[in-house]
T-cell receptor, first 113, second 115 residues
Framework: QKEVEQNSGPLSVPEGAIASLNCTYSDRGSQSFFWYRQYSGKSPELIMSIYSNGDKEDGRFTAQLNKASQYVSLLIRDSQPSDSATYLCAVNSGSSNTGKLIFGQGTTLQVKP | GAGVSQSPRYKVAKRGQDVALRCDPISGHVSLFWYQQALGQGPEFLTYFQNEAQLDKSGLPSDRFFAERPEGSVSTLKIQRTQQEDSAVYLC?????????????FGPGTRLLVL
């Protein structure tokens, strides 16, 4: 079992719809959770970070964390074609006392005009 | 106000050749991370520096991989006797102190192709 799992997709949504991206992790001691966006051929860029159970909203983005279910998600409202990218879920392992991140394989999102 | 920079951006090496990849972190960032990203996969942790100290090298795949950061700023990832399976994008990231909640800022990566 991979430490951080994501559906590779592609996830295809029409412009203006809500895109829902999901991630599960195996280490119950994990404390910090991040969503990075990566355009093709580019480096990862932080979208959201979340550390406690519940929802965290930033503009069109909402991150949701459920530590009991070991589940973290990212919702993108009013999806735009410019949101088309790979979204990487990253977890800071509970066994690490540094910022070392464990990434999922990423979910490719396609927003169709 | 420059971000993380990496050089070269692209490197083609013949199998068995040694390569050196450079990372310039954001000025003032104490922590520096190296990740390897294979095609279609997420980045995988290689090694971590706090200043000049290499505190975690658990992700280095073999003893052919070596990283250093002698003055606590620029870092070099060296791969000796490259193999085809080393072909990947090598990403460098830096953060202010390396804490668990800190944002890591990624460089553009070095795309290595071993023929």
């Amino acid at each position: 079992q991979k430490e951080v799992e994501q559906n590779s997709g592609p996830l295809s949504v029409p412009e203006g719809a809500i895109a829902s991206l999901n991630c599960t992790y195996s280490d119950r001691g994990s404390q910090s959770f991040f969503w990075y966006r990566q355009y093709s051929g580019k480096s990862p860029e932080l979208i959201m970070s979340i550390y406690s159970n519940g929802d965290k909203e930033d503009g069109r983005f909402t991150a949701q964390l459920n530590k009991a279910s070991q589940y973290v998600s990212l919702l993108i409202r009013d999806s735009q074609p410019s949101d088309s990218a790979t979204y990487l879920c990253a977890v800071n392992s509970g066994s690490s006392n540094t910022g070392k991140l464990i990434f999922g394989q990423g979910t490719t999102l396609q927003v169709k005009p | 106000g420059a971000g993380v920079s990496q050089s070269p951006r692209y490197k083609v090496a013949k199998r068995g050749q040694d390569v050196a990849l450079r990372c310039d972190p954001i000025s003032g960032h104490v922590s520096l991370f190296w990740y390897q990203q294979a095609l279609g996969q997420g980045p995988e942790f290689l090694t971590y520096f706090q200043n000049e100290a290499q505190l975690d090298k658990s992700g280095l795949p073999s003893d052919r991989f070596f990283a250093e950061r002698p003055e606590g700023s620029v870092s070099t990832l060296k791969i000796q006797r490259t193999q085809q399976e080393d072909s990947a994008v090598y990403l460098c990231a830096s953060s202010f102190t390396g804490g668990r909640t800190e944002t890591q800022y990624f460089g553009p990566g070095t795309r290595l192709l071993v023929l």
